[in-house]
């Protein structure tokens, strides 16, 4: 099956640093990758819809200034978390539509912990 | 915003019973899919129902879909130990939102 790769796993920052946060698709092109964040036993909730070449497009409530997402390729959309603050402490999980489109595939997830 | 609710929140139970978990959801679909996350993982998808199916088997997944009360329900039968994990439903039209999840505990 499709594979996502997410990149870094897990990552420690102090509040005032920007952090990237790569999502490969490997064996497939995505034209589309969704970033999701979920809070401890919360659901996952959508924050932005990458497209290749274009604008993110996010969702209500989700700062665009402060997650800034690039998806400059088939194969990759990065999402950095500008001048970090603790409250931006979050699991971080992307996702691309498989080659039939319908089904989701998830990347491992980026736990995000800023000091 | 939310699309998918799962009930119940949490559930527990032994080796080789079934978990029943369910799902509802606001807007009208094109299909409903189902996802497990193992903690501190990514989902990886279980199942797809479009809209005009009723009812879905996969393995021991069983599926059933009610367009008109905006439900659906996984069942998973003779769990077991490596199916604890949190399972979610969410709903298509475009792109997927999800629920809270349930949490699902199979002790041996």
């Known amino acids: 099956g499709a594979v996502v790769s997410q990149h870094p796993s897990r990552v420690i920052c102090k509040s005032g640093t920007s952090v990237k946060i790569e999502c490969r698709s490997l064996?497939?092109?995505?034209?589309?990758m969704f970033w999701y964040r979920q809070f401890p036993k919360k659901s996952l909730m959508l924050m932005a819809t990458s497209n290749e070449g274009s604008k993110a497009t996010y969702e209500q409530g989700v700062e665009k200034d402060k997650f800034l997402i690039n998806h400059a390729s088939l194969t990759l959309s990065t999402l950095t978390v500008t001048s970090a603050h603790p409250e931006d402490s979050s699991f971080y999980i992307c996702?691309?539509?498989?080659?039939?489109?319908?089904?989701?595939?998830f990347g491992s997830g980026t736990q995000l912990s800023v000091l | 915003s939310q699309q998918g609710e799962e009930d119940p929140q949490a559930l527990s139970i032994q080796e080789g019973e079934n978990a029943t978990m369910n799902c509802s959801y606001k807007?009208?679909?094109?299909?409903l899919q189902w996802y497990r996350q193992n903690s501190g993982r990514g989902l990886v998808h279980l199942i797809l129902?479009?809209?005009?199916?009723r009812e879905k088997h996969s393995g021991r997944l069983r599926v059933t879909l009610d367009t008109s009360k905006k439900s659906s329900s996984l069942l998973i039968t003779a769990s077991r130990a490596a199916d604890t994990a949190s399972y979610f439903c969410g709903s298509s039209w475009g792109k997927l939102q999800f629920g809270a999840g349930t949490q699902v505990v199979v002790t041996p």
């Open positions: 064996d497939f092109q995505a034209t589309t």
């Open positions: 996702s691309a539509p498989g080659p039939m489109d319908e089904k989701l595939f």
């Open positions: 807007t009208s679909i094109n299909n």
């Open positions: 129902i479009r809209s005009n199916e």
